[in-house]
């Protein structure tokens, strides 16, 4: 079992729909939690950063932890098709190596 | 530049042949990361240095793998006797305050 699990897609909506993506882990120690997103033939872009357990809002974006279920997910609002990309959990006890999830594919039609 | 830098950007090598790639961190950032990213299985850790501390080492696949990071800016993965379990895209990121990384756009390895 791989510490951490993501649904690799792919994931296609409707332009405007809230789109769900989640994660879960394994490891109990893990305390920071980000996401990324990228683009094709890009590297990963840092989009959200949680300490511990709660809620974070950005914009379109809101990102939750779990830890008592080991479970995290991004919410997009009002999806627009310039967010189809990939996008990646990732997690750490500390603040050095980050362990990723393998990403999930989101595609976003007008 | 404002980013991180990688070249180069492609390289495509004979299975066998040894390769360097290299990093330009963002100026400043003194944390620098590398992660190899295969298609379907995400990103791997490699190794990562902090400072003037012993870098971190345990994410190396085998001992073809090595990485240097010359005053404490530039590094350099060298990959030896390449093989084709060794395409993949090298990512490598910086950061300022761990664990937010600024990642660059890789280099996509190709052994044939």
């Known amino acids: 079992q791989k510490e951490v699990e993501q649904d690799p897609g792919p994931l296609s909506v409707p332009e405007g729909a809230i789109v769900s993506l989640n994660c879960t882990y394994s490891n109990s120690a893990f305390q920071y939690f980000m996401w990324y997103r990228q683009y094709s033939r890009k590297g990963p872009e840092l989009l959200m950063y949680t300490y511990s357990s709660g809620n974070k809002e950005d914009g379109r974006f809101t990102a939750q932890v779990d830890k008592s279920s080991k479970y995290i997910s991004l919410f997009i609002r009002d999806s627009q098709p310039s967010d189809s990309a990939t996008y990646l959990c990732?997690?750490?006890?500390?603040?050095?190596?980050?362990?990723f999830g393998t990403g999930t594919r989101l595609q976003v039609f007008p | 530049g404002a980013g991180v830098s990688q070249s180069p950007s492609n390289k495509v090598t004979e299975k066998g042949k040894d390769v360097e790639l290299r990093c330009d961190p963002i100026s400043g950032h003194t944390a620098l990361y590398w992660y190899r990213q295969s298609l379907g299985q995400g990103l791997e850790f490699l190794i990562y240095f902090q400072g003037n501390s012993a870098p971190d080492k345990s994410g190396l696949p085998s001992d073809r793998f090595s990485a240097e990071r010359t005053g404490g800016s530039v590094s350099t993965l060298t990959i030896q006797r390449t093989q084709q379990e060794d395409s993949a895209v090298y990512l490598c990121?910086?950061?300022?305050?761990?664990?937010?990384?600024?990642f660059g756009s890789g280099t996509r390895l190709t052994v044939v």
């Open positions: 990121a910086s950061s300022f305050n761990p664990p937010s990384y600024t």
């Open positions: 990732a997690m750490t006890e500390n603040t050095d190596k980050l362990i």
